[in-house]
């Protein structure tokens, strides 16, 4: 790790100011992601600019919506009332995360902004267009068994990591930022990136913003029937192979809305539209869930390694559906 | 050899003498030992697999802040050891291995090309991120599978064919079965990060804190290697914190480490890094391995062959038993074996619990039980048609042997007559439930061991030996012994370790030490009681050893009199005894084979939409002769299990064979089991006392924890699912597809 300087501001705006005036620096706030890279050599910000101590760690409901602070702990909110209450499917999809101890520093903002897990990326000495543009994919024809089947392009095949992200892009949440131009909402769709020719980049954030929230509308049927789905390669602590969020707004045996998005499969959280659009309407059956599974993953494509995600990301949609409904 | 003791009573239940120490923080291991002037030394590895260095930039380190040497194969002080060839008398642990800073060529990805010292870690961290290297780069040999197709095993007399009657016999028998089996790299990855600490002390002597499982062995390979007297190398290692066969050698950054103390006259303490544990410590090398059964339509297997391919260094041969349980379990007589072994871009992999044993057992357990279903028998009952009742090598007697036992016992325990004999028959909450189980059986050993004695005038005994604990609770069971023996309180039995000031204990290893040391202590407590007994014949007359009784602390004579024995001690005018105690191998073993035996039932769900499998049931069930020390020795079967469950369901080292690299070697990547994975892992011994091998009635009993459990695990799985798996890990995609 390098040298670098250190400040903790006290108000956003000072906060960005201080990342505005300096390229090298960067933002902190948990530290559970930023650190690890610095350590391994992959990121080597030479400011670090601490804001843990911004006043933006509230979470609370105004009206339809829910506001949550990007510095509260992914701890507090998956344990908030409120989160447990309106949006359960945000807060099952933070318990399936990390372990209780990383939850416990690890904030919004840095969730959203964790980087992919792609062993070519944390070690220097491979190749990785993502750290290194130009330098080839490591991963395309190498260890790919964690890799995105979906959005993908042969400069970066890299998942985005986060549990968190796919319940946010499920719920249709928006990410509310601040940088020296004023502030402005994405939707969370519209957040993160794939990668396509720019791996490099993540996500939509302009230089100097500062991510200060995120808004999750509230919608009380599709909170009955919520479930997160997590597929790991051992019971806790270990990222998804593939996971799925759900919501459904049921009436009786019919399925009004579904919300659907899928995680370990892209550059970013998958939203499942096709699959939503099909079930809309439609009877909760197995035939039913099947046929939006296949349709969900039409696009998808293995790259060796990871080829079984061609069966398990259908598989877990299906079995996430079944548990959901009760058929 | 008489037996000291009834070897029918049971000891009785005590707590590890040194938990409290260690879950307290207490405990003192060597990353964390703390000296006057210390500097930290910090390793940097090649990024290439095979080559060689063709210029090392060392400046801008040597200019960053805090930097005190660096030291690369250009400028290090010559290792005097090195300049001799290997002496395969010294044996593995003696020494040997990669001549570090010795030369320019890069054997395998990570091999250290230099050593950043500092004064303090994260300085010397930092140093060692700016050396650059450039390399004449030339190709990687990392795959096995690429080795079989292309390459020539070493060639040698470990390496020929065993054939013991028929060779081909399996292939005309009535029933066969046969596979290919394969298991990744497993690295052994303690807790506790591999870590020493040297400090000179003069020209011609140094001390150094090293977490290792063998305090002698350390002491000899250092002085090996630096030309030094034995006696002037100084080794501790009070603590050790977990091992598992990787800290049974001294590997090259601990001569790094006093290389550096030297240069610098200051002392160096190295700790190697997470990723360095998964390539400078050894590891489980990877084997493929095919095996083939034939038998007779009742069970009886007729012949068997068994090839097994595994990697090695391409500096030094390493090899195990992977076909030595085949040539052992069970009675057959007609067999084959061979072993190869390929050179590779590889460190040198070392034993790792359980050792070839565990991974021999993979193949042949889940060859048993394809063939309890082909033969539609079960598994329990095949393996009792073919119990081997005496050594199928050389005929011997086995010096105990209660297998048949083990069975019977693990089964009632697990509730084994619950299962359903046919594959995919059970189900609970929409998951398939499959029982497995599988045996495994390890050679039960005695070696050489050396101990001090002292009893004080306040009561304490004090037992010393240069032994290590790397978790087993080697200072508990000889607490265990000492107290019950003396009929002393465990609180005034004091047991010391991890000093190679004291008399030579035995390596850590094999599964040997409480019955090597054991015996050793369980014979100084007995000329204790002789000298005792002397004492008072100064008092009483004539009083024969096998007249007194020990309890309480005191001497209970015929006549209804009583001494305590520190009143014997004042009454003879002495301090103290003291006395030195050694024990060798039991000549009598020759005419006798010996074994420890395991039988390991598991129960899993595996859920058949996504492949999942989650153990919901572990029985392991010893024969390791009589328990010394019963909770050490459960909590050695649970770790045993839990180190099971993460061979069968998700160790694997990833390397990209393109590079030569290691992909995951990190914890983030590299799956071990967390709590969540390992269920409440039952126990039961047949505890009975093997009464041969040594006075104490034990066996060995860290590897048996181990050996089988992988199989158990791929036998529930096919039970659950009807889908024999025969590569590890099993991970959901190997389930699904
Ligand atoms: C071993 C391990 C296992 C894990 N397992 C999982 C898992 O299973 N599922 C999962 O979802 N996650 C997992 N994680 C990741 C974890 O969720 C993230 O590390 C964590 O959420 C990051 O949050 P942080 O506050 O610590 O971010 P930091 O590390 O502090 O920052 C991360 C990045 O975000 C930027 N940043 C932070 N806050 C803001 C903001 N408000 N505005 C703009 N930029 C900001 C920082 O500059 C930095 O680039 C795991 C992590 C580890 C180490
Ligand atoms: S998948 Fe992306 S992150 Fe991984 S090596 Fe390729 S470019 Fe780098």
């Known amino acids: ?327 | 050899m008489d037996n000291f003791f009834d070897l029918n009573i049971p000891f009785a239940e005590i707590d590890r003498v040194d938990g409290k120490a260690k879950v307290t923080g207490k405990a003192d291991y060597v990353a964390e030992h703390d000296l006057p002037n210390l500097t930290y030394g910090v390793l940097v590895g090649s990024t290439i697999a095979n080559g060689t260095v063709t210029a090392i930039d060392t400046k801008s380190a040597e200019r960053a802040p805090g930097v005190l040497a660096v030291i690369t194969h250009l400028n290090a002080p010559k290792v005097p050891g090195y300049e001799e060839g290997e002496n395969p008398a010294k044996g593995r642990t003696g020494g040997g291995g990669l001549k570090i800073f010795n030369d320019n060529r890069i054997r395998f990805n990570g091999q250290p090309i230099a050593l950043v010292v500092a004064d303090t870690f994260e300085r010397a961290t930092y140093a060692a991120s700016l050396i650059k290297a450039q390399y004449n780069k030339e190709a990687p040999h990392t795959s096995l599978a690429d080795a079989i197709k292309n390459d020539k095993p070493i060639e040698g007399d470990n390496y020929k064919e065993a054939v013991r009657g028929e060779k081909d016999a399996w292939k005309t028998a009535p029933v066969k079965v046969e596979g290919t089996y394969i298991m990744p790299i497993q690295v052994h990855n303690p807790m506790e990060l591999h870590a020493t600490i040297a400090r000179w002390d003069g020209d011609d002597k140094v001390t150094v804190w090293e977490k290792t499982q063998g305090v002698v062995s350390t002491q000899q390979s250092i002085a090996n290697a630096f030309k030094l007297e034995q006696k002037n190398v100084q080794v501790y290692a009070p603590y050790v914190g977990g091992g598992f066969g990787s800290a049974l050698r001294t590997w090259p950054h601990a001569i790094a480490a006093v290389m550096a103390a030297k240069k610098l006259g200051r002392p160096v303490k190295l700790v190697l890094t997470r990723p360095q544990m998964f390539m400078l410590v050894g590891y489980r090398p990877e084997a493929i391995q095919h095996i083939s059964i034939g038998a007779t339509p009742d069970g009886k297997i007729v012949g068997m062959r068994h090839d097994a391919y595994a990697v090695t260094s391409n500096y030094e041969n390493f090899n195990e038993g992977l076909v030595a349980q085949t040539k052992q379990l069970y009675a057959c007589a007609n067999l084959a074996t061979k072993y190869n072994i390929y050179p590779m871009n590889l460190s040198t992999p070392t034993w790792m619990r359980g050792p070839g044993e565990a991974t021999g057992s993979f193949p042949l357990e889940c060859a048993l039980d394809e063939l309890s279903y082909a033969l539609n028998l079960d598994p329990i009952e095949l393996r009792k048609r073919n119990y081997a009742e005496t050594d199928p090598e050389n005929g011997k007697p086995y010096s105990s042997k209660f297998l048949r036992e083990a069975y019977d016992l693990g089964a009632e325990k697990f509730g084994w007559k619950g299962r359903k004999p046919q594959p995919r028959s059970m189900e609970e909450d929409g998951w398939l439930v499959g029982y497995g189980m599988s045996s495994g059986m390890f050679g039960a050993f005695r070696g050489e061991g050396r101990v001090r004695l002292k009893f004080s005038g306040d009561g304490m005994l004090t037992i010393q030996s240069a032994v290590s604990d790397s978790g087993p609770g080697t200072a508990t069971a000889m607490t265990r012994i000492a107290s019950d023996a003396m009929g002393l309180p465990v609180n005034k039995v004091n047991f010391e370790l991890g000093n190679s000031a004291f008399p030579p204990g035995p390596t850590q290893g094999g599964s040997s030490t409480t019955s090597t040391l054991g015996t050793t202590v369980s014979m100084a407590c007995d000329s204790l009681k002789k000298k005792l007994v002397e004492l008072l014949k100064t008092q009483e007359s004539e009083i024969a050893l096998a007249d007194v009784q020990f309890a309480q602390g005191e001497m209970r004579l015929k006549n209804g009199k009583s001494i305590s024995y520190t009143d014997a001690l004042k009454a003879a005018n002495l301090p103290s005894i003291e006395l030195t105690e050694s024990s060798g191998r039991n000549p009598e073993m020759q005419k006798y084979s010996a074994y420890s035996y395991s039988v390991h039932f598991v129960r899993v769900k595996v859920h058949p939409l996504t492949g999942v499998v989650r153990i919901d049931k572990v029985v392991s069930a010893g024969d390791a002769g009589r328990i010394i020390s019963e909770k050490t020795a459960a909590s050695q079967m649970k770790g045993g299990a839990v180190g099971g469950i993460g061979g069968a369901l998700m160790e694997e080292g990833v390397i990209d064979h393109r590079y030569g690299r290691w992909v995951n070697n990190n914890f983030a990547d590299y799956h071990v089991p967390v709590h969540a994975d390992v269920p409440d892992v039952e126990v039961v011994f047949v505890n009975k006392p093997d009464p041969v091998l040594n006075p104490n009635g034990s066996k060995g009993m860290g590897e048996i924890a181990l050996i089988g459990f992988a199989a158990a695990v791929a036998n529930a799985v096919y039970h659950a699912t009807g889908k024999r798996i025969r590569e590890l890990p099993i991970t959901p995609d190997k389930v699904l597809l």
């Open chain 1, 1 to 327: 790790m390098i040298n670098f300087d250190y400040s903790k501001p006290a108000t956003v705006g000072a906060a960005i100011t201080a990342l505005s005036k300096d390229t090298k620096a960067k933002f902190i706030a948990g530290g559970t992601n930023l650190v690890d890279l610095m350590k391994r050599g992959v990121t080597t910000p030479e400011k670090l600019i601490d804001i843990t101590g911004l006043p933006l760690k509230g979470i609370e409901q105004s009206g339809t919506v829910v506001r949550i602070g990007a510095l509260a702990l992914n701890s507090e909110v998956a344990e908030n009332d409120i989160v447990k209450k309106q949006l359960p499917l945000l807060s099952q999809a933070l318990k399936a995360g990390a372990s209780a101890q990383i939850r416990n520093m690890a904030t919004v903002g840095g969730n959203m902004l964790q980087r992919t897990r792609c062993g070519y990326f944390y070690d220097t000495a491979m190749p990785c267009n993502k750290r290194e543009p130009g330098t080839g994919c490591g991963a395309l024809q190498g260890y790919n068994r964690m890799h995105a089947i979906l959005g993908a392009s042969d400069s970066c095949i890299a998942v985005h990591p986060s549990d968190m992200c796919v319940a946010l892009a499920a719920l249709d949440a928006t990410v509310v930022v601040q940088g020296p131009g004023g502030t402005r909402k994405l939707p969370f769709l519209d957040f993160h990136r794939l990668p396509g020719n720019t791996p490099e980049k993540d996500n939509n954030l302009q230089r100097g913003e500062l991510i200060t929230g995120v808004e999750v509308p509230v919608n009380p049927s599709l909170a009955q029937h919520s479930l997160y789905t997590k597929i790991r390669d051992r019971a806790s602590y270990a990222f998804a192979l593939v996971s799925v969020a759900a919501a459904l707004d049921m009436k009786g045996k019919t399925i009004r809305q579904a919300r659907l998005a899928m995680g370990g499969v892209a550059h970013k959280p998958w939203r499942l539209t096709i699959a939503e659009n099909f079930l809309q309407g439609k009877e909760a059956t197995v035939a039913n869930f099947q046929q939006a599974a296949s349709l969900a993953l039409k696009e998808a494509k293995g790259y060796g390694y990871n080829n079984f995600k061609l069966t398990l990301g259908p598989n877990t949609l299906v079995q996430t559906l079944k548990t959901l409904t009760g058929v």
